[in-house]
DNA sequence: CTGTATCCCCGTGGATACTG
DNA sequence: CAGTATCCACGGGGATACAG
């Protein structure tokens, strides 16, 4: 996806979308979290997966995601340090309305060009 | 759910998540898609389901919306105007999307305050 | 490797007033 | 009723440089 989502969405009370919406809706979380559906990943492979998103963002999304309790961080005492990102669970029951998205995103692409068409949708090709 | 997403979103050639959230990112465009998702609403109807949306913002996004073929306008030739907004065979196919979003929303506040929570999840309560 | 610190810029939303 | 016109303010992203 391209940008464009602000970040500091707070959710109405009482509301499902919005509950929802507060801890996926931010900008690059989608992507974020569909990195991290399928395990654990670092720093470094994030920026690799998301390439159009700069490290002060991805820093700040971490942080924003680590605070709602969708992520967790783990530094590994290495040197230099080794940092990974996993999804709580939490993180992982949003995970149905991202595939949700993803499904979605699918079709529509498959209508605009079916030639054009890979098996498995993924921000890592 | 509270604003702060940006509006111009622009789909990343390929990506299927992209391309959803491309349709359905937008600030305030899954509320206004949920209130479309059970038949055609008026402008002002529109409003009162979403009463924290302004005027201004409400019209740029059915604009937007209705640029990227998402929802269709209806102008009634009466006094004064009526205008209807219905979706698109497009904006249909977003609503399993919006409706993941919704019913994980709503497990998620069922979880923190199961007291609290109604029967049918919606933005007019 | 995994960040933090600045600086700048512009999009975007809110409020308010006004119109056909 | 269904908008449009203006003005303003702000926060959030990009780029760049630097740090532990």
Redesign the interface.
Known sequence: ????????????P??????????????WT??VL?SLSDGPRRFSELRRDIP?ISAKVLTGRLRDLEERGVLARHVMPTSPPTVEYELTS?GQ??L??????????????LR?SPR?M?AS?S?RG
């Open positions: 996806m391209v940008l464009r989502m602000r970040t500091k969405v707070k959710a109405l009482g509301c499902p979308m919005s509950r929802c919406m507060a801890l996926l809706g931010g900008c989608p992507e569909w159009a939490l029951e949003l149905p309305a991202i595939r949700s998205i993803v499904e979605v995103g699918s079709r529509l692409l605009d054009l890979i949708p921000l």
